[in-house]
Nanobody, 120 residues
């Protein structure tokens, strides 16, 4: 059984910073791309940033130059460093990962989500 567990969310004032972490555990053979998505109330879930196993990244225009995604392949962990936070960044943040597990079939797993609230 594969699990993704996120941590690091919370309440922060505008202009502040937070660092999210997401650790994958279980019967994992390999992890391909990992990413962060977010969903604000009344809105669809959207991609924030994504990183491949080789370290190539892409991110939404709304967070470029403010958010940085990184990963530690030894720890099966992906991070999202969020700087210069704005109230519009308020959302539940979800990590996901494309994992080949002991079941033998690669699939995308999702974390449970962590709330990020930015006050003005």
């Amino acid at each position: 059984q594969v699990q993704l567990v996120e941590s690091g969310g919370g309440l922060v004032q505008a202009g502040g910073s937070l660092r999210l972490s997401c650790a994958a555990s279980g019967s994992i053979f390999s992890i391909n791309a990992m990413g962060w998505y977010r969903q604000a109330p009344g809105k669809q879930r959207e991609l924030v940033a994504r990183i491949t196993s080789g370290g190539n990244t892409n991110s939404a225009d709304s967070v470029k130059d403010r958010f940085t995604i990184s990963r530690n392949n030894t720890k099966n962990t992906v991070y999202l460093q969020m700087n210069s936070l704005k109230p519009e960044d308020t959302a539940v943040y979800y990590c996901n990962a494309d994992i080949l597990s002991g079941s033998g079939s690669p699939r995308v797993y999702w974390g449970q989500g962590t709330q990020v609230t930015v006050s003005s």
